[in-house]
């Protein structure tokens, strides 16, 4: 699910490109080169950098989520106190592997 998300995402994100550059009228081309113009310049290494960064990222939210919830013993208040160093965690490590994955592929 996470990858087809990421997908749709990228689309998303290319599309609303391309339509504001459209409205604005500084593009000469069309969707169909537009979009074969992207894929032509992906290699295999950005085919794979996308569902690897995708899992990655989300088996280690999911990993410093549980691991700082289960951390915790005591009160309620005690659990809502660790939320914002686990969220902190989460970003900190989705920017490093992120970073990391970008560097190595």
Not at 84 to 101: D, F, H, N, Q, W
Request: net charge negative; with cysteine.
């Amino acid at each position: 699910m996470h990858v087809s998300l990421t997908i749709v995402f990228i689309a998303v994100a290319l599309g609303s490109g391309f339509m504001a550059d459209n409205t604005l009228g500084s593009m000469d081309f069309t969707l169909y080169d537009f979009v074969f113009g992207i894929l032509a310049e992906m290699g295999l290494a950005e085919f794979a950098t996308i569902p690897l960064k995708t899992f990655s990222i989300g088996f280690v939210v999911a990993l410093i989520a549980c691991t700082t919830g289960l951390s915790v013993s005591g009160s309620r208040s005690d659990l809502l106190a660790a939320l914002p160093r686990g969220i902190t965690k989460s970003v900190l490590a989705a920017l490093l592997i992120s970073s990391a994955l970008t560097l190595l592929l």
